[in-house]
């Protein structure tokens, strides 16, 4: 499964939101899975979307065709946009689906890693992030992936609540970083709490 992450900064609210509706003609698009987004918590205007696809192939194939046809209703919506693909690794938690229908909020973070650590950074995450995330009330799927670079991660998380997710960050992560060594596996870690817009889930 491919992962498209699209952050942009947006100048015109209302024709950037209008726009975001047009977005439900990606249905009838082979291979095409779901997509969903909000607005950041933290940046004023910072929207992200992150959209699901089949394979690479597949979206390939809708980039060529119908894209700029769906996009162009957002031109001039926004500036500084930011597209990145990622691959599918595993699922934090169990059994991961493409649904926004259930979550209040999106935690998305965004690792740059040593090339020498990735083995020990994927490792990582796998028994000690997954895990505490897992555990954690109000987690309610989220998925491990990879960008084709292979230096690029990407993890997304979607929560019940803000509250709950609140309370795994406040309590756990300095410890679980420590634990994971994260200071050594990597060096950049970027990300951001994002707030879903239910309208904008196709």
């Known amino acids: 499964m491919l992962v498209k992450w699209m952050r942009c900064a947006v100048v015109d609210r209302r024709g ?4 975001q509706r047009k977005w439900a003609g990606l249905l009838g698009e082979p ?4 997509q969903g987004g909000g607005w950041s918590r933290s ?4 929207a992200h979307l992150f959209g699901f696809w089949e394979s690479r192939a597949f979206y390939d194939s809708f980039m060529a065709r119908s894209h700029d046809r769906l996009a162009a209703t957002q031109n001039g919506t926004y ?4 597209t990145r693909l990622f691959e599918y690794r595993f699922d934090v938690k169990v ?3 493409p649904r926004f229908a259930d979550a209040d909020l999106l935690r998305v973070a965004h690792c740059k890693v040593r090339r020498e650590r990735i083995e020990h950074y994927t490792l ?3 028994k000690v992030w997954n895990p505490a995330m897992a555990g954690s009330p109000g987690m309610l799927r989220g998925v491990f992936a990879q960008a084709q670079s292979e230096d690029e991660f990407l993890v997304l998380s979607m929560w019940d609540s803000a509250a709950e997710h609140g309370k795994y960050r406040t309590e756990r992560i300095e410890r679980l970083a420590l634990r994971a060594q994260l200071g050594a596996d990597v ?3 970027g990300g951001d709490v994002i707030d879903l817009e239910p309208a904008w889930t196709v």
């Open 187 to 189: 060096t950049a870690v």
């Open 95 to 97: 059994g991961f689906e």
């Open 124 to 126: 990582m995450q796998e």
């Open 16 to 19: 950037f939101e209008r726009g």
């Open 79 to 82: 500036k500084d946009a930011q």
């Open 43 to 46: 940046r004023p205007g910072v």
């Open 31 to 34: 291979g095409f899975r779901a």
